[in-house]
């Protein structure tokens, strides 16, 4: 059964860092692209981050290159996401995403067969 546990977040000054982390069970992290989804009220879930996990090649959507930092460690199943000179506008659930056998465009664009964490919330005050 493939499970996606999250972890991190909460309440983080403008300025300031998170990390989130996302830990796999159930499959095989080598055959899957994994992400970062987020979700503020009212928008739409968006595709933040992906990161092959075969080769480690990654994706980020404009607003948060340079700033957020996506990485594996494939020996702990585990996806890790360093989030840096957060803003207000960063302030949503973010969702670890996993699918198999499918590139970061497909993942980023809502899969069917995404599985998924069950969200953790960051809050960025300014």
């Known amino acids: 059964q493939v499970q996606l546990v999250e972890s991190g977040g909460g309440l983080v000054q403008a300025g300031g860092s998170a990390r989130l982390s996302c830990e796999a069970s159930?499959?095989?992290?080598?055959?899957?692209?994994m992400g970062w989804f987020r979700q503020s009220p009212g928008k739409e879930r968006e595709g933040v981050s992906c990161?092959?996990?075969?080769?480690?090649?990654?994706y980020y959507t404009d607003s948060v290159k340079g700033r957020f930092t996506l990485s594996r460690d494939i020996a702990k199943n585990t996806m890790y996401f360093q989030m840096n000179s957060l803003k207000p506008e960063d302030t949503a659930v973010y969702y670890c995403?996993?699918?198999?056998?499918?590139?970061?465009?497909?993942?980023?664009?809502?899969?069917?067969?995404?599985?998924w964490g069950q969200g953790t919330q960051v809050t960025v005050s300014s």
């Open positions: 995403a996993a699918a198999a056998r499918v590139g970061c465009n497909t993942l980023m664009n809502l899969y069917p067969n995404t599985y």
């Open positions: 159930g499959f095989t992290l080598d055959l899957y692209s």
């Open positions: 990161i092959r996990m075969q080769d480690g090649d990654t």
